[in-house]
Structure formats: C-alpha cells, structure tokens
C-alpha cells in the first residue's frame, strides 16, 4: 500500500522521499509526515511547499497547519500582507490568531486595510465564512470610519471599495451617511457599488437616506422602462436596492408619491406606482401588546457578556436574556427563524449573508440546523429577545 510506503519513507527520514509523496496521492499523510520528523531539513521542505505558488492553494494551508505560527512570523518579516489574510482562516487556530495579531501590527502598511476590505467585498466571491469573520474582526480593530470612507470614495480597487461600503453599513456609524449618500448620487460612480451603498444606507436607517434611496430607485425604474420594462415584468430587475427601500417603511411613501407626481413619463408613472403599492401592502407591524411581551421576555434571566446567538450584536450582562436550550430549540421546531420574522435584516449577521449572495431560503435553512444542533443555552439580545417573544405571542 502507498500509505505505507510513506511511513516506511518517515521510518527512514527520508525528507525528499517525503517531498515528493506530497505531490502524490499520500500528500496529506506525508505533508503530516514531515511535520512529525521536525528535523531542520523537514521544516525547510515543508516552508518551500508553503512557499510554493504552484502548490494547490489547500494543501500549502494544510502546510501552513503543520508548521504552526512559526510561518506566519516569516510572513510577517515579509510584510506579506495577501500570505497573512490567506492565514486567517487557516485550520490551526494558532495560526489564525498569529496571523490576526501580524496584521493589526502591520495596521501603518497602507497595503493592511484595503486588502482586508476586500476580503469583505460585495463581490464575495468564494471567501470562506471563517476568514471572512476573521477579516470582519481585523478590520473593527484597525479600521476608523474616517479611513473606510476614505477606502470607499477612491484610489483603492473595486474590491476594497466595496469592502469598506459594506463595512460602513455593518457599523451603522451615522457619520457615513453622508458620504454613502453622496456616492449612490454620483451619476459617474460603478452601480454595483452604489447598490452595496445603498443596502448599507438601509443598515443605517438614518432618515437622511430616504429621499436619496428613493430618487435611486426611480433612476433604476426609468432606465427599466426606457428597455421596455412594464409592472408585468418587475420582478426582474426588484433587487436589494427596493429592498433597502422597502426597509424604512411607509416613511418611503411621501418620496415615492413626489417622484410619481413629477414625472412626465406615463410609463415611469406606472412603475412607480406599482412599487408605491407594493411597499404600501407590507404586513402591518404587529399588535401583539407590549406588555404581554414584556411578560415573556421577563422570564428569562439575563446571559453573560458575549454576543447575541442571533444577530451577534455584543451583549452585557444587564440587557441580555438567557434563554434554555430545550424551550429555546422547541420555539425553533414550532418555525422560529429570525430570517422568516426579518429580525435578520439590517443586523450585522443578516446583512453579510446577502451582500455574500447566500439566498434566504440557504440561511434560513443554516441558522436552523445551527440552532438545532447547540447544547448550551442561548443568549440573546434584548431586540433577539423581544422577537422571539413575539412569536410565541402571536
Ligand atoms: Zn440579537
């Protein structure tokens, strides 16, 4: 058997044989196999494969494992910024807490910021959950609003640019607001980013933003029925910039109705008031009474510091409940799901589930199985808290 011939291989510390088994079927049992052996001359082959750009990008991660921390300090004498944020999400947590601490020390790097932005890019393409969690946190230690706006209104990439408009949003920091405006107005700017603006104008809920998201919509419906787009045919183009509308309510209606009644177009007339109607038909708010909420929420007694199992919002002590596992999980059975209830929309959780294009039904679907499968109690936040109330209520 081969595999056997990698531990005759390892018996004999033979590293060359080694390195090459690790471009063989074995590779993974002899890249552990070095690993083992330790020895000055396994440790260098192994940091070559690591190095290796012709090495499939999941075994040098599976190398970096092997060789622990002890890489990630030679990527940091390189100042390689792309090598530490590849880290950050590799299977040894001592790795990634390395790699996390390398990068906040190399903050002053004008490469650190925008390429950790762009790991949180819009564009999000097949970006695991770990290290985008992990950039999420570098970014909230060396990032300031200030330098994110800068990042988003130019001179980075697309992909940092868009990085730093969503990361705008995930903080709900009302001093973007204006910028985020600014940009989703810019007749000049990428419209991809102007929509990412857009939803994270949404996150925000400043009232500030009404008017302009509005005025962005009907600039969308007016291109739509200048390609012959009817009210028929709106379901093709209603995408997250109507649902970033539809967010701020019936406070959105007075924008819409003004747009309505300026408009010369007889088309663009109808569109818009088709949207006017849809937004108007959202489900009332319910009229569960507070008190009875209260009632429930009283119940359970308050979690410890951490964050909230549902939104990730951080939690204190004082403002927290703690809800068991068994009563929690059965809520769940009987169809609790904060992406069903739209709890989801606009927290931090929610808002990175659809700027990385995971469909509602495939987060619905993970939160439940996640939910489901945990064995400790569940801490939430007061608003997590009064939500899953409300569904027992009603
Ligand atoms: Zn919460």
């Not at 705008?168 to 980013?193: E, F, M, S, Y």
């Not at 949404?202 to 390609?227: N, Q, Y």
């Not at 002590?317 to 068991?324: A, I, N």
């Not at 927290?347 to 589930?353: K, N, S, Y």
Request: proline share 5%.
């Amino acid at each position: 058997m081969r595999f056997r011939s990698v531990k005759s291989l390892q018996k004999r510390g033979d590293v060359a044989g080694l390195v090459g088994a690790a471009r063989g079927a074995e590779r993974v049992a002899a890249v552990a196999a070095l690993g083992e052996l330790g020895t000055d001359e396994a440790i260098q082959a192994l940091t070559a494969l690591a190095d290796d750009p012709d090495f499939a990008l999941w075994m040098r991660s599976e190398v970096v494992s092997v060789l622990g921390p002890k890489y990630v300090h030679k990527l940091r004498a390189a100042r390689d910024i792309d090598g530490l944020i590849r880290t950050l999400s590799n299977r040894n947590h001592e790795v990634r807490a390395e790699a996390t601490r390398a990068l906040s020390e190399l903050r002053d790097d004008p490469r650190t910021l925008p390429s950790l932005l762009a790991v949180l890019s819009a564009r999000g393409s097949a970006k695991d959950a770990g290290t985008i969690a992990a950039a999420k946190d570098a970014v909230r230690t060396i990032g300031t609003v200030g330098r994110l706006i800068e990042i988003m209104k130019g001179g980075a990439d697309f992909d940092a640019r868009s990085g730093a408009t969503v990361v705008l949003g995930l903080w709900k920091d009302p001093g973007a607001v204006d910028d985020l405006v600014a940009l989703i107005a810019d007749p000049q700017a990428d419209r991809a980013l102007q929509v990412t603006a857009v939803k994270s104008l949404a996150s925000i809920g400043d009232p500030r933003a009404i008017g302009p998201v509005a005025s962005f919509v009907v600039k969308g419906l007016r291109e739509f029925a200048r390609m012959g787009g009817s009210p028929e045919t709106l379901d093709v183009i209603v995408g997250s910039d109507f649902a970033a509308l539809a967010s701020f309510g019936s406070a959105a209606g007075p924008y819409l109705q003004a747009s309505r009644d300026g408009e010369q177009d007889q088309s663009v007339r109808i569109l818009i008031d088709t949207v006017l109607r849809r937004i108007e038909k959202r489900p009332p708010a319910a009229t569960t009474s507070p008190s009875r909420i209260a009632e429930i929420v009283g119940r359970w007694p308050s979690a410890p510091a951490g964050a909230c199992d549902i939104c990730s919002d951080r939690i204190a002590p004082e403002g927290s409940h703690r809800v068991p596992t068994a009563e929690f999980q059965s809520i769940v059975r009987k169809g609790y799901n904060p992406y069903t209830t739209g709890r989801m929309k606009g927290t931090e959780t929610g808002i990175l589930a659809s700027t990385l294009g995971l469909s509602d039904e495939a987060a619905k679907e993970g939160w439940k199985v996640m939910a489901l499968g945990t064995t400790t109690d569940f801490g939430l936040c007061r608003t997590c808290a009064q939500d899953v109330a409300l569904f027992i209520a009603g």
